[in-house]
């Protein structure tokens, strides 16, 4: 969203209408991305969302090249990079949801990609990765 101005204030408007919905109808609501290929959670307790942060994930670790962490990711964003997982959500009687990053090993991929060459398994979760940081 943040690559034209147009995207960046539809994208601020979408966050507002979502805090308000959260905020009138004392509903819960969850925001989970995936297209930036790390693990982060929290991606909303930022300096400019202040006073107005809604529960947000980027989980975006499924086999994609994986970018190195954005610059002003701060330490209660829990920000991974160069993993593979999932996120599993737990849903509660009172409507909450819990989240949980389950994190793969090299030898929990090559276990569940028995059929895959194990050379390009092991340079998938050694090699497949940018390594300039994101802007």
């Keep these: 969203m943040s690559e034209s101005a147009q995207g960046a204030?539809?994208?601020r408007?979408?966050?507002?209408?979502?805090w308000?919905?959260?905020n009138s109808s004392h509903k819960r609501v969850y925001v989970l991305?995936?297209?930036?290929?790390?693990y982060m959670e929290n991606?909303?307790?930022?300096?400019?969302w202040k006073g107005k942060v809604l529960s947000g994930w980027?989980?975006?670790t499924a086999g994609a090249v994986r970018y190195r962490l954005p610059a002003?990711?701060?330490p209660s964003q829990r920000a991974?990079?160069?993993?593979?997982?999932y996120l599993l959500a737990t849903a509660a009687p009172d409507g909450s949801i819990s989240f949980a990053f389950q994190k793969f090993s090299l030898e929990d991929l090559l276990a569940v990609n028995a059929q895959t060459p194990e050379p390009l398994v092991r340079w998938c979760y050694e090699e497949n990765k940018q390594l300039q940081p994101m802007p």
């Design 43 to 48: 991606i909303f307790d930022t300096p400019e």
């Design 72 to 74: 002003a990711t701060g």
């Design 13 to 18: 408007q979408v966050y507002e209408m979502l």
């Design 33 to 38: 991305a995936s297209h930036s290929h790390f």
């Design 9 to 11: 204030k539809s994208g």
């Design 20 to 22: 308000h919905a959260q």
């Design 80 to 85: 991974m990079t160069d993993v593979y997982g």
């Design 58 to 60: 980027i989980v975006g």
